[in-house]
């Protein structure tokens, strides 16, 4: 297994309240992405780096901040939760050298917002 | 903007049969497509990947061809077991930024 680490594993807030998701991996791969899961939606990216303190938003960015300070953590920020952030979000990663595209995930966190 | 449709949704065989799974994807300007398994409250594991110049992939019972004229890409399992019922994606990675664009899943059920 790729080695990802995604922390919490669960987490239930209050609308409004700002949330932090970690992804750590051992492995310095240069790309790294956080998606989110919602049935009937599927995967979506959320935001993605190409390197420290190098991003870039996705497909659905409002409502998220992203930071990578260190090739290893990539931070997924709510400012203000609200209840259609409630899902499950996965980080994944991959190195793109050598045509070596494959992207590798974590295990999820599941946010519930109330 | 690319889409990718799975087709069916849900799959449910008998045990030893063998099977395949669809995937269609709108625009074939692709870099590579990827397919994963998805066990219930799990995260995504990486089956296969193949590049936009190969034509298939083979891991022990799987295979994955693609077909970028036609955006299709199909994964086949032989000899299916019930271990192998998860949920199936495929994703298509259209070369910024290696983001993928995923469909929606295959859920399959291997009956013992």
């Known amino acids: 297994d790729a080695g990802i680490t995604q922390s919490p594993r669960h987490k239930v807030t209050e609308t409004g309240t700002p949330v932090t998701l970690r992804c750590h991996q051992t492995?310095?791969?240069?790309?790294m992405y956080w998606y989110r899961q919602d049935p009937g939606h599927g995967l979506r990216l959320i935001h993605y780096?190409?390197?420290?303190?190098?991003?870039d938003k996705g497909e659905v960015s409002d409502g998220y901040s992203v930071s990578r300070s260190k090739t290893e953590d990539f931070l997924l920020t709510l400012e203000s939760a609200t209840s259609s952030q409630t899902s499950v979000y996965f980080c994944?990663?991959?190195?793109?050298?050598?045509?070596?595209?494959?992207?590798?995930f974590g295990p999820g966190t599941r946010l519930t917002v109330t | 903007k690319q889409e990718v449709t799975q087709i069916p949704a849900a799959l449910s065989v008998p045990e030893g049969e063998n099977l395949v799974l669809n995937c269609s994807f709108t625009?074939?300007?692709?870099?590579?497509l990827q397919w994963f398994r998805q066990d219930p409250g799990k995260g995504l594991t990486s089956l296969l990947l193949i590049q936009s110049s190969q034509r298939e992939q083979t891991s022990g019972r799987l295979n994955a061809s693609l077909d970028k004229s036609s955006g299709r890409s199909t994964l086949y399992i032989a000899a299916s077991q019930p271990g192998d019922s998860a949920t199936y994606l495929c994703a298509v990675d259209s070369g910024a930024g290696n983001m993928l664009t995923f469909g929606g899943g295959t859920r399959l059920m291997v009956k013992p």
């Open positions: 780096s190409y390197g420290v303190k190098d991003t």
């Open positions: 625009d074939s300007a692709i870099y590579n």
């Open positions: 492995e310095n791969h240069r790309y």
């Open positions: 994944a990663i991959s190195d793109q050298t050598g045509g070596l595209d494959e992207q590798y």
